[in-house]
């Protein structure tokens, strides 16, 4: 259970978590009336933001060679009203029933992100994430047009002036956002999932992708130990053909607990396999 105090009201969250303190469920929103938006934009507006250089620099030692430090940059406003806030449905009904509120209140999150935006531009780090874990059943393109393209276009013309790299995490479905994809400012798209996982081929990506970097693109499932292997093999030398040099290979969006740990390994062999043979 989480609290959001401030001096005008305490908004409460409470979240469920499955056995092994696997990942859990909002059982319930922080955000459960209208007068509650004013509470949880006081509370953001009184958040103070900076950046932990010593935290940085020993996270970068541990990782060494191995990777990137790159931050994970928090849902846009509309996101986190469908994901933290309020809930998918109940967003549609403000959006509907109370729209002037309801933009003003993702007008507001924004603003108070620039505290943000500030300090990560400032600071050594060079890879943004756009964390908002797009699914186009949540966000289909009227919604998508509307409410987050002109806050990436906005926030990515700010990163990119920095020099900092940006990918976004698209981990749902995707065949109605594809004629979208090419115009994302950011430069990479992290875990979109082909098929037989999500509704998209690699074709189709390929062609919305547009030259933009591929950051992940095996599905998951393929690592199940009730999946054929050499499809596993097919996916990831279709990844390679398509999109390499422009490819972070990885799993979209991660390995699940029953995955073969297994297959990781046989990923490794395929790429170099690859390319040792100069592919």
């Not at 874990?133 to 509307?146: H, K, M, Q, S, Y």
């Not at 919305?208 to 992940?216: C, V």
């Amino acid at each position: 259970m989480t609290y959001y105090e401030t001096p005008i009201g305490t908004l409460t969250e409470v979240l469920r978590y499955g056995e092994h303190g696997t990942s859990g469920h909002r059982a319930k929103f922080p955000i459960q009336t209208l007068d509650d938006i004013a509470i949880m934009e006081y509370f953001l507006a009184d958040e103070r933001v900076r950046f932990d250089q010593e935290q940085f620099e020993a996270i970068e030692a541990r990782l060494g060679d191995r990777g990137v430090c790159q931050y994970y940059f928090p849902r846009t406003g509309l996101m986190r009203l469908i994901i933290n806030y309020v809930g998918f449905e109940e967003t549609i009904y403000l959006l509907h029933d109370q729209p002037e509120r309801t933009e003003a209140f993702l007008h507001h999150i924004e603003r108070c992100d620039d505290h943000i935006i500030d300090a990560i531009c400032a600071s050594p780090t060079q890879i943004v994430n756009f964390g908002d874990n797009i699914d186009a059943w949540l966000t289909p393109p009227p919604l998508f047009e509307r409410y987050l393209m002109p806050v990436y276009e906005r926030r990515c013309e700010q990163f990119h002036a920095a020099g900092k790299f940006t990918h976004i995490h698209m981990d749902g479905a995707l065949k109605p956002l594809l004629p979208h994809l090419s115009k994302l400012p950011q430069h990479g798209i992290e875990a979109p999932t082909p098929l037989p996982q999500g509704d998209v081929t690699l074709d189709e990506l390929q062609d919305a992708f547009d030259g933009k970097i591929m950051l992940d693109g095996i599905p998951c499932v393929n690592f199940l130990p009730g999946m054929p292997e050499a499809e596993l093999e097919e996916m990831t030398l279709g990844l390679l053909e398509r999109f390499a040099p422009r490819l972070i290979l990885g799993i979209s969006d991660e390995i699940s607990p029953p995955g073969d740990i297994e297959r990781v390994r046989r990923v490794a062999e395929i790429v170099e396999a690859t390319a040792g043979h100069g592919g």
